[in-house]
C-alpha cells in the first residue's frame, strides 16, 4: 500500500483525524489579513481579549461553536460569505446610509444608493505630495495595503497595519518582500481621518464600517503615532528593542 | 460551409448512410444523450462527433484545444468555463490561468465559422477580444460571466468588428470599466442585435448611440442596460422596443413629473411579451407602481441587486401571479417572503442576498420563518438559495416537507460554525432532512455548525447529488469519506476549511476520476497527501496552490481534476502540478 512519512502517521493513525496542537491551530477560518493567525475574529470585542483569548475554531467542538455564535458576525474571512465581488462592493455602499458626507446629497433616508467610487486622500508622512485611492476597487485591507505599497514606493520601510483581527500585518514599501514585520524596524503605521474629525489606526474595525466612515488616510511614523491605542503602542514598546 | 468527412470508410452493416445517422444524430439535444450515443459504437461515434455543432467544456485544462478541435470538426457554438468555483470568492489568486486566447489561436484555424462563445470564470483579454473580433467572421454570441482580464476597450473591439453579432452578455466580470464609449462602436449599419447585457458595466453610455441603436435592432428581445440610464431614458427605449421580452432596467430614482410618470407606465404596458425583469438598482418605491401592468406575464423577477422592503415588495408580487424565479435582497424580510408565498403559487426558484453581509448596520434580513412561509405558499419551489444568520433543524425539515422536490439546496448560515439558534443543536438534522426527502436533489451547500453526521446522511441518502460545497464543517476524516463512498453521481466536490485530512483525500483516489473535480483549501491536507494521490492516479491532474505565509508540508489550496490533457503547461510559478 501506499507509504506515508512519519509526519502523516499521527493522520493516519485514527479515524478520528485530531492532530497535534500546531496544526489544528492553523486550522484557522484563513484570515487573509495574517498568515498567523490563530483567533477567531473577534471584531466585537475589545483589542486585549482577542489576543488573550484564544477561542480556535475547531469544528467540531461545541464550546467552540459557542464561542463563534456569541460574535455572530460572519466578519472578514477570506471569501465568506460566499458572494462574487461584484455583488460585495455593491453591498458595501448599502451600509453607507450613515456617512452622509460620503453620499451623494440627493440621497433619502430610506432608500440605499450603489456608489461608484470612493476616493480618498493618502499622505504619507515626509513625501510633501499626496496621492489618492479609490476605496471602492478594494474589498479588503490587504488589497488596500498592496495598493498603496505599490504607490508609495521606497526603500525597504515598513508600513504596519492591523488585520481585522488585530494581528499585526506589516507591508513591505519597495525592497525585497520579507515576511510580515521586520523584526524592530517598522516605522510607518497606516491611519485614518474618520468622519468625526479622529485619527484612528486602520485596521480595527470590519472593511464596510471602515469605508463608510473613512474620510482620507495617512501613512504615518511610528513615532508619531502615539495614543493611537494601548495595543499600538505595545507593539510599538515591543519593537525597539534596544540593540 | 462545412468540414466534409474525406476517406472516412464506414465498413458498417448499417442500413443508414452515414449522412442520414448525422442528422439523426445531430437533432439530439442533451449533452448527455450525445455522449450516450457516441459509445454506441464506432460508426455512431463517427457520425456523432460529425453532427455536433456545440460542445461544453465544463473545465477548460480537462481536454486541450487540440484535442477537441480534432474530435468535433464541425463546432459553432463553445461553452467553456475555467477557473473553480471558489475563485469567485477570492480563494484562487490572480493570474491562476484559464486563459482563452490559446483556444481562439487554435479556434481560428480549426473553427473559422465559430458563432459563440460563452465563458465562464476565464481570463480574457482585450486582445483576445480583439482577435476573436477580427478572425472568426461569422461571430455571433459573446457571453461573459465571472471572468476577467479585459476593459471596455475590448468590448469596443466586438462592437465595431462582429458584423453579425446578435449576443453580447456580459455579466459580474472584473473588468476594467473605463468608459462607456465601447456602445457608440456599433457601426449605424448594423442591425442585428438581440441580446444586449451591460447592466454591471459602470460608466454611462451615449444615450443617443444605445437609443438609435435599440431602434434599429428589430429583432432585440433582450435589453439589460446599466445604472446610468434614467426612468426618462429608459421610457424612450420601452418604446422603440416594445418587443422586448427581458428587460433590465437602469436607476429607478429619479424626480419625474405625473405626466412623465403615466408615459412611463404606458410603455411597460405595451410590453406584452415581457417575461423578465431585472435592474431598478436604486429603487425610489414611488415608480414601482409603472412596473405592474408590465408583470401580468412575468415569469422571472432579479431584485438581487435592488434593496427593496417588504411593502414594496409585497405590492409589486400581486401584479405577478405567473412568477416562476424570484431573486430579492434580504431587506425584504420574512414580511417580504410572506407576500412571495401568498402571491405566487408557481414559484419555482428562490435566491434570498444579503443586504449586509459583513454585519455593519443592524441587521435583520430573513429567517428560518421566511422560509416556511414561502415553502407553504409555494409547493414547486425546487431551487434555493438561502442567506440568513439563524437557522434551525425543525425549519428546514418543514420546509422540505412542504417542498419535497428540491434538485437545488443551497443554504447558507452567514456565521461560520453557527447551531441551531433555538436548540443549539448541529444543525446535521436539517440536512439529514433534506436528503432524505429530497430524492432528486443534485446540488447540495450546506452551512452551520455540522458534524460528521451530516455527511452520513448525504453519503446514505443523497444519491442524485452531484455538485457539493462543503465550508467549516465536519469533524474528522470519516465525514468526507462517507459522501466520497456514498454518492455516485457526484461530480464537482468543494470544500474550505473543514478538518479532513489525507486520510479523506486519499479515500476518493479512483472516484476523482469519474468527478470533474475537486476542491480542499485550508483543510488538514500535507503535501505528502497530495504528492501520494498523484503518483497513485497518474491520469489526475494534482494541483497545489502555495503561498508564501503558510508552511511548506502544508498543502493549503488543493485542486484535483481528471484530464485528457495531461498536467497544465501554462501554470504559473505559484501552481504546483504534482
Same mark, same amino acid.
Given at each position: 500500500?501506499?507509504?506515508?512519512?512519519?509526519?502523516?502517521?499521527?493522520?493516519?493513525?485514527?479515524?478520528?483525524?485530531?492532530?497535534?496542537?500546531?496544526?489544528?491551530?492553523? &486550522?484557522?477560518?484563513?484570515?487573509?489579513?495574517?498568515?498567523?493567525?490563530?483567533?477567531?475574529?473577534?471584531?466585537?470585542?475589545?483589542?486585549?481579549?482577542?489576543?488573550?483569548?484564544?477561542?480556535?475554531?475547531?469544528?467540531?467542538?461545541?464550546?467552540?461553536?459557542?464561542?463563534?455564535?456569541?460574535?455572530?458576525?460572519?466578519?472578514?474571512?477570506?471569501?465568506?460569505?460566499? &458572494?462574487?465581488?461584484?455583488?460585495?462592493?455593491?453591498?458595501?455602499?448599502?451600509?453607507?446610509?450613515?456617512?452622509?458626507?460620503?453620499?451623494?446629497?440627493?440621497?433619502?433616508?430610506?432608500?440605499?444608493?450603489?456608489?461608484?467610487? &470612493?476616493?480618498?486622500?493618502?499622505?504619507?508622512?515626509?513625501?510633501?505630495?499626496?496621492?489618492?485611492?479609490?476605496?471602492?476597487?478594494?474589498?479588503?485591507?490587504?488589497?488596500?495595503?498592496?495598493?498603496?505599497?505599490?504607490?508609495?514606493?521606497?526603500?525597504?520601510?515598513?508600513?504596519?497595519?492591523?488585520?481585522?483581527?488585530?494581528?499585526?500585518?506589516?507591508?513591505?514599501?519597495?525592497?525585497?518582500?520579507?515576511?510580515?514585520?521586520?523584526?524592530?524596524?517598522?516605522?510607518?503605521?497606516?491611519?485614518?481621518?474618520?468622519?468625526?474629525?479622529?485619527?484612528?489606526?486602520?485596521?480595527?474595525?470590519?472593511?464596510?464600517?471602515?469605508?463608510?466612515?473613512?474620510?482620507?488616510?495617512?501613512?504615518?511614523?511610528?513615532?508619531?503615532?502615539?495614543?493611537?491605542?494601548?495595543?499600538?503602542?505595545?507593539?510599538?514598546?515591543?519593537?525597539?528593542?534596544?540593540? | 460551409?462545412?468540414?466534409?468527412?474525406?476517406?472516412?470508410?464506414?465498413?458498417?452493416?448499417?442500413?443508414?448512410?452515414?449522412?442520414?445517422?448525422?442528422?439523426?444524430?445531430?437533432?439530439?439535444?442533451?449533452?448527455?444523450?450525445?455522449?450516450?450515443? +457516441?459509445?454506441?459504437?464506432?460508426?455512431?461515434?463517427?457520425?456523432?462527433?460529425?453532427?455536433?455543432?456545440?460542445?461544453?467544456?465544463?473545465?477548460?485544462?480537462?481536454?486541450?484545444?487540440?484535442?477537441?478541435?480534432?474530435?468535433?470538426?464541425?463546432?459553432? +457554438?463553445?461553452?467553456?468555463?475555467?477557473?473553480?468555483?471558489?475563485?469567485?470568492?477570492?480563494?484562487?489568486?490572480?493570474?491562476?490561468?484559464?486563459?482563452?486566447?490559446?483556444?481562439?489561436?487554435?479556434?481560428?484555424?480549426?473553427?473559422?465559422?465559430?458563432?459563440?462563445?460563452?465563458?465562464?470564470?476565464?481570463?480574457?483579454?482585450?486582445?483576445?477580444?480583439?482577435?476573436?473580433?477580427?478572425?472568426?467572421?461569422?461571430?455571433?454570441?459573446?457571453?461573459?460571466?465571472?471572468?476577467?482580464?479585459?476593459?471596455?476597450?475590448?468590448?469596443?473591439?466586438?462592437?465595431?468588428?462582429?458584423?453579425?453579432?446578435?449576443?453580447?452578455?456580459?455579466?459580474?466580470?472584473?473588468?476594467?470599466?473605463?468608459?462607456?464609449?465601447?456602445? /457608440?462602436?456599433?457601426?449605424?449599419?448594423?442591425?442585428?442585435?438581440?441580446?444586449?447585457?451591460?447592466?454591471?458595466?459602470?460608466?454611462?453610455?451615449?444615450?443617443?448611440?444605445?437609443?438609435?441603436?435599440?431602434?434599429?435592432?428589430?429583432?432585440?428581445?433582450?435589453?439589460?442596460?446599466?445604472? /446610468?440610464?434614467?426612468?426618462?431614458?429608459?421610457?424612450?427605449?420601452?418604446?422603440?422596443?416594445?418587443?422586448?421580452?427581458?428587460?433590465?432596467?437602469? +436607476?429607478?430614482?429619479?424626480?419625474?413629473?405625473?405626466?412623465?410618470?403615466?408615459?412611463?407606465?404606458?410603455?411597460?404596458?405595451?410590453?406584452?411579451?415581457?417575461?423578465?425583469?431585472?435592474?431598478?438598482?436604486?429603487?425610489?418605491?414611488?415608480?414601482?407602481?409603472?412596473?405592474?401592468?408590465?408583470?401580468?406575464?412575468?415569469?422571472?423577477?432579479?431584485?438581487?441587486?435592488?434593496?427593496?422592503?417588504?411593502?414594496?415588495?409585497?405590492?409589486?408580487?400581486?401584479?405577478?401571479?405567473?412568477?416562476?424565479?424570484?431573486?430579492?435582497?434580504?431587506?425584504?424580510?420574512?414580511?417580504?417572503?410572506?407576500?412571495?408565498?401568498?402571491?405566487?403559487?408557481?414559484?419555482?426558484?428562490?435566491?434570498?442576498?444579503?443586504?449586509?453581509?459583513?454585519?455593519?448596520?443592524?441587521?435583520?434580513?430573513?429567517?428560518? /420563518?421566511?422560509?416556511?412561509?414561502?415553502?407553504?405558499?409555494?409547493?414547486?419551489?425546487?431551487?434555493?438559495?438561502?442567506?440568513?444568520?439563524?437557522?434551525?433543524?425543525?425549519?428546514?425539515?418543514?420546509?422540505?416537507?412542504?417542498?419535497?422536490?428540491?434538485?437545488?439546496?443551497?443554504?447558507?448560515?452567514?456565521?461560520?460554525?453557527?447551531?441551531?439558534?433555538?436548540?443549539?443543536?448541529?444543525?446535521?438534522?436539517?440536512?439529514?432532512?433534506?436528503?432524505?426527502?429530497?430524492?432528486?436533489?443534485?446540488?447540495?451547500?450546506?452551512?452551520?455548525?455540522?458534524?460528521?453526521?451530516?455527511?452520513?446522511?448525504?453519503?446514505?441518502?443523497?444519491?442524485?447529488?452531484?455538485?457539493?460545497?462543503?465550508?467549516?464543517?465536519?469533524?474528522?476524516?470519516?465525514?468526507?469519506?462517507?459522501?466520497?463512498?456514498?454518492?455516485?453521481?457526484?461530480?464537482?466536490?468543494?470544500?474550505?476549511?473543514?478538518?479532513?485530512?489525507?486520510?479523506?483525500?486519499?479515500?476518493?483516489?479512483?472516484?476523482?476520476?469519474?468527478?470533474?473535480?475537486?476542491?480542499?483549501?485550508?483543510?488538514?491536507?500535507?503535501?505528502?497527501?497530495?504528492?501520494?494521490?498523484?503518483?497513485?492516479?497518474?491520469?489526475?491532474?494534482?494541483?497545489?496552490?502555495?503561498?508564501?505565509?503558510?508552511?511548506?508540508?502544508?498543502?493549503?489550496?488543493?485542486?484535483?481534476?481528471?484530464?485528457?490533457?495531461?498536467?497544465?503547461?501554462?501554470?504559473?510559478?505559484?501552481?504546483?502540478?504534482?
Amino acid at each position: 500500500m501506499s507509504t506515508l512519512s512519519k509526519d502523516d502517521n499521527l493522520v493516519l493513525s485514527s479515524e478520528d483525524s485530531s492532530c497535534p496542537e500546531e496544526s489544528e491551530l492553523e &486550522l484557522g477560518l484563513g484570515l487573509s489579513l495574517s498568515g498567523s493567525s490563530k483567533d477567531f475574529p473577534s471584531s466585537a470585542s475589545s483589542p486585549s481579549s482577542s489576543s488573550s483569548s484564544s477561542p480556535n475554531f475547531t469544528a467540531g467542538t461545541k464550546r467552540a461553536a459557542d464561542s463563534l455564535a456569541a460574535n455572530n458576525r460572519p466578519s472578514q474571512v477570506v471569501g465568506w460569505p460566499p &458572494l462574487r465581488t461584484y455583488r460585495v462592493n455593491s453591498c458595501n455602499y448599502n451600509s453607507h446610509t450613515k456617512s452622509p458626507e460620503v453620499f451623494d446629497s440627493v440621497a433619502e433616508k430610506k432608500k440605499r444608493h450603489l456608489r461608484s467610487s &470612493l476616493f480618498v486622500k493618502v499622505n504619507m508622512d515626509g513625501i510633501p505630495i499626496g496621492r489618492k485611492v479609490d476605496l471602492s476597487a478594494h474589498s479588503s485591507y490587504e488589497t488596500l495595503a498592496q495598493t498603496l505599497e505599490d504607490m508609495f514606493n521606497e526603500s525597504t520601510t515598513v508600513i504596519t497595519c492591523k488585520g481585522s483581527n488585530g494581528e499585526d500585518h506589516g507591508i513591505i514599501i519597495g525592497g525585497e518582500r520579507h515576511s510580515k514585520l521586520l523584526d524592530g524596524s517598522s516605522k510607518f503605521v497606516l491611519t485614518y481621518e474618520d468622519k468625526e474629525g479622529d485619527w484612528m489606526l486602520v485596521g480595527d474595525v470590519p472593511w464596510g464600517m471602515f469605508i463608510s466612515s473613512v474620510r482620507r488616510l495617512r501613512i504615518m511614523r511610528t513615532s508619531e503615532a502615539n495614543g493611537l491605542g494601548p495595543r499600538l503602542e505595545e507593539n510599538i514598546r515591543q519593537k525597539s528593542k534596544p540593540i | 460551409m462545412e468540414c466534409k468527412r474525406k476517406n472516412e470508410k464506414s465498413k458498417s452493416n448499417s442500413t443508414f448512410p452515414d449522412e442520414v445517422l448525422e442528422l439523426v444524430l445531430g437533432m439530439l439535444k442533451s449533452r448527455k444523450d450525445k455522449s450516450t450515443v +457516441s459509445l454506441v459504437c464506432k460508426e455512431w461515434y463517427n457520425a456523432e462527433r460529425w453532427s455536433r455543432r456545440s460542445v461544453f467544456i465544463g473545465n477548460c485544462y480537462s481536454v486541450s484545444p487540440e484535442i477537441l478541435t480534432r474530435r468535433f470538426p464541425n463546432i459553432r +457554438s463553445v461553452t467553456l468555463k475555467g477557473k473553480p468555483r471558489f475563485a469567485d470568492f477570492n480563494l484562487v489568486p490572480a493570474n491562476w490561468g484559464a486563459d482563452i486566447h490559446s483556444w481562439l489561436v487554435v479556434f481560428a484555424v480549426k473553427y473559422p465559422w465559430l458563432e459563440e462563445l460563452r465563458l465562464k470564470r476565464m481570463t480574457v483579454t482585450d486582445e483576445s477580444l480583439e482577435f476573436l473580433a477580427l478572425k472568426f467572421p461569422n461571430f455571433k454570441a459573446l457571453s461573459l460571466l465571472s471572468c476577467d482580464g479585459f476593459s471596455t476597450d475590448g468590448l469596443a473591439k466586438i462592437a465595431a468588428n462582429c458584423k453579425n453579432l446578435t449576443e453580447l452578455d456580459i455579466q459580474e466580470n472584473g473588468i476594467e470599466d473605463k468608459s462607456g464609449n465601447w456602445l /457608440s462602436c456599433f457601426p449605424e449599419s448594423f442591425t442585428s442585435l438581440e441580446v444586449l447585457n451591460f447592466a454591471n458595466l459602470h460608466y454611462e453610455v451615449n444615450f443617443d448611440a444605445l437609443e438609435k441603436l435599440v431602434s434599429r435592432c428589430k429583432s432585440l428581445k433582450t435589453l439589460k442596460v446599466n445604472k /446610468s440610464v434614467t426612468l426618462k431614458q429608459l421610457q424612450r427605449l420601452l418604446v422603440h422596443a416594445p418587443q422586448l421580452g427581458e428587460l433590465g432596467t437602469g +436607476s429607478f430614482s429619479q424626480e419625474l413629473t405625473p405626466q412623465q410618470c403615466s408615459e412611463l407606465g404606458s410603455a411597460f404596458k405595451n410590453c406584452r411579451n415581457l417575461h423578465t425583469l431585472s435592474g431598478l438598482w436604486v429603487a425610489t418605491a414611488q415608480y414601482l407602481p409603472v412596473l405592474y401592468s408590465a408583470c401580468t406575464n412575468l415569469t422571472f423577477l432579479n431584485f438581487s441587486y435592488a434593496p427593496l422592503d417588504s411593502d414594496d415588495l409585497a405590492k409589486l408580487l400581486v401584479h405577478c401571479p405567473k412568477l416562476q424565479r424570484l431573486w430579492v435582497v434580504d431587506s425584504v424580510e420574512d414580511k417580504g417572503l410572506e407576500a412571495v408565498g401568498s402571491h405566487c403559487p408557481l414559484l419555482e426558484e428562490l435566491r434570498v442576498f444579503p443586504a449586509d453581509p459583513f454585519d455593519e448596520g443592524i441587521v435583520h434580513g430573513v429567517t428560518e /420563518s421566511g422560509f416556511i412561509a414561502v415553502s407553504q405558499g409555494c409547493p414547486r419551489l425546487h431551487y434555493v438559495l438561502y442567506f440568513c444568520r439563524q437557522m434551525t433543524n425543525a425549519a428546514v425539515a418543514t420546509v422540505v416537507q412542504n417542498c419535497p422536490d428540491f434538485t437545488h439546496f443551497r443554504l447558507c448560515i452567514m456565521h461560520p460554525g453557527q447551531p441551531d439558534y433555538l436548540t443549539q443543536d448541529p444543525m446535521d438534522e436539517a440536512f439529514g432532512a433534506v436528503v432524505k426527502t429530497c430524492t432528486k436533489l443534485q446540488r447540495l451547500a450546506v452551512s452551520g455548525y455540522l458534524t460528521d453526521l451530516t455527511f452520513e446522511y448525504i453519503g446514505k441518502y443523497a444519491k442524485n447529488l452531484e455538485t457539493l460545497s462543503v465550508a467549516f464543517a465536519g469533524k474528522s476524516d470519516w465525514g468526507m469519506r462517507c459522501v466520497l463512498d456514498g454518492c455516485p453521481k457526484l461530480r464537482k466536490l468543494e470544500v474550505r476549511d473543514c478538518p479532513f485530512g489525507n486520510v479523506a483525500l486519499l479515500s476518493g483516489s479512483r472516484k476523482y476520476e469519474s468527478m470533474r473535480s475537486l476542491w480542499m483549501s485550508d483543510c488538514k491536507v500535507t503535501m505528502n497527501g497530495v504528492r501520494l494521490l498523484a503518483k497513485e492516479m497518474p491520469r489526475l491532474n494534482v494541483e497545489v496552490i502555495k503561498e508564501e505565509r503558510y508552511e511548506t508540508h502544508q498543502a493549503r489550496k488543493v485542486y484535483v481534476y481528471r484530464s485528457v490533457a495531461g498536467p497544465r503547461r501554462d501554470a504559473p510559478p505559484f501552481v504546483l502540478t504534482l
